[in-house]
């Protein structure tokens, strides 16, 4: 049963996009029920197979030729992540009135790099650009010693977080667009900026960068470091991204000599961060897993249990829950996060541009 619909139909989403951006966003809209059309042809995918394996389920696929200017008439929102001059070239809407003139109530949620208008919005970018260009590889580097600046290193982000973190707002963002479709009775464009996004999560870092005066000028104090280290029974992994964190941590191992701040002298955690973990060590390993928790949380410092994917995959809260299904890939099947997806989607299936259109316009 479709969890969004109107009276007539379920909301029906033409999905056109080369990258994970489009391809996430679609599988969560997939996900909520709506009904979601990926047009690939003519379309140089951005996915290899297992991402396509785990990003492009719930979708029926449309590989007609025609596919693009038969069923956008049809559509209720349309989802792209081609860049700017390929979306002109493909004839798709770029404006609140491109999509009126297709048809009144239609709406557009484009994902691009640095939006659909402003005088970056044509450059080519990739996922590491939108990473520094929304300042989180600054925001995130690694720390040096004031001093030695030309070792100076970003951390680079795992994961092509940039297209997934952006897929995630167009996923929000076609859900406030349809609402103000419906109430103002006109179409809408949602303008997703990756850039945007990136510099959005930055006010996550503002109280850590204030506390440690760096918008100031003053120098990079965190202790932006993590260390897996032995506990009595097990292992835990413990991560001070505060200086004041890192002082509660060495108040609670009772200030060793080896911890102890010194006038003008860098602390050991900061410039010889690698022999942090068996000093810390010595002292973790007498205490049990459950103990180092308890205190930590009374103690605001940053310990966790340490938990590889293996142990999350066969972690029994998660198989009664059912959380989990088999992914047929090229290489053969893997476990993923499974999806809900509804009855009348075939993931992989492709149908002839015909049906999907005869269809959609009878459901119209």
Known sequence: MALLTDRFHPVRVLEVGEGLSGAFAGLILATLGYEVVQVRAGLRRDLDDLESAFYDRGRIVAAGTGALEGLLPLTDVLLTDLHPVRMRELGLPCSEDDLAGIRTGLVEVAVTSFGLGGPHSDYAACDITDWAAGGLSYLTRRNVPRDDREHYSPVLPAGRQPEVLAGLAAAIGTLAALRLAGDAGRS???????????????????????????????????????????????????????????DRLVEWMGSPDWAVRRPDELPLYYSAPELIAPLLG??????????????AVRRRVPVAPSREIAEVLSW?????????ELVDTDGGSVTAPRVPLLETVFPGQAMATEQIIRRWADAG
């Open 316 to 324: 029994a809260h998660l198989r009664y829950r059912n959380a989990w």
């Open 188 to 246: 809408v464009l949602a303008d997703v900026s990756r850039q945007e996004v990136q510099a959005s999560m930055s006010h996550s870092y503002l109280p850590m960068l204030l506390h440690n005066q760096i918008l100031f000028g003053g120098p990079d104090t965190r202790t932006d470091f993590g260390w897996l280290v032995p506990a009595s029974d097990g292992e835990v992994y413990i991560r001070t991204v505060e200086t004041s964190q890192w």
């Open 282 to 295: 010595e002292w973790t390993g007498q205490h049990t897993k459950a103990w180092l928790l308890e205190e």
